[in-house]
C-alpha cells in the first residue's frame, strides 16, 4: 500500500506526463513534497501545501470565482491543506465552504498548479502556497451562498476569464486549459 506522500508524488508524475510545459514546476512541487513532513500544515512557516477548486458549471461554459476578501482579488475556492494529504478532498471542500454550492464532485487528476509567495500579514512571516488545482463539476443547482471569506461570488464565462488581463494569470491559464481540453474532447 502507497503511503499518502508517495501517492501525492504519483499524482505530480502523471500530472507532469499530462502537462509537459508543467515539468520544471512539477519537479518544484515534488521537491518540495519531500522536503519535510509538515509541508501539509500551515504550521510550516516557509511555505505549504493548499488546495484549490477549478469549479465549473454543469455544463462546463461558466466558472465560479470569489472576490477574496483579505487578497481583494478574484481567484478560485480553495484553502490550506491543514494536516490533509488529499489534496483533492481539501478543493472539494473549500468549494463547499467558501461557495455554499451543494452537489459538487471533484474530478481525478490534477488539473493545475500555481506556487505563489504569500505576504507576511500579523505575525504570520510571508511563505510559499503550494497551490494544486482540482476540477470541481457544479450540479443542476448553481445557486452559492456568499460567506465571510469572500465580499462576491460570480459565475463568469470561461472565454471571458481566459481573455480578462485584470484577472490572476494563473486564473487564465486555468481558463485556457479549460478551453483546450474542451476543444479537444470536441
Do not use: C
Amino acid at each position: 500500500m502507497l503511503s499518502d506522500f508517495s501517492r501525492m508524488r504519483l499524482d505530480f508524475e502523471e500530472y507532469a506526463s499530462r502537462t509537459p510545459g508543467d515539468v520544471a514546476s512539477v519537479a518544484r512541487f515534488t521537491g518540495f513534497l519531500q522536503s519535510h513532513p509538515a509541508v501539509f500544515e500551515r504550521s510550516h512557516l516557509s511555505g505549504h501545501f493548499t488546495g484549490s477548486a477549478w469549479l465549473v458549471s454543469a455544463d462546463g461554459m461558466r466558472v465560479l470565482l470569489m472576490h477574496h476578501r483579505k487578497l481583494d482579488r478574484w481567484l478560485q475556492p480553495g484553502g490550506h491543506a491543514d494536516g490533509d494529504v488529499d489534496l483533492a478532498r481539501v478543493a472539494l471542500r473549500e468549494a463547499e465552504e467558501e461557495t455554499g454550492v451543494v452537489g459538487l464532485r471533484v474530478e481525478a487528476g490534477i488539473f493545475d498548479i500555481d506556487r505563489h509567495r504569500i505576504a507576511a500579514r500579523g505575525s504570520q512571516p510571508d511563505h510559499w502556497h503550494y497551490d494544486v488545482r482540482y476540477v470541481v463539476h457544479a450540479g443542476e443547482d448553481e445557486r452559492f451562498t456568499i460567506n465571510e471569506e469572500s465580499l462576491a461570488l460570480a459565475w463568469r464565462q470561461v472565454a471571458d476569464v481566459a481573455d480578462d488581463s485584470s484577472l490572476d494569470t494563473s486564473l487564465q491559464r486555468m481558463a485556457r486549459k479549460w478551453l483546450a481540453r474542451d476543444d479537444a474532447n470536441a
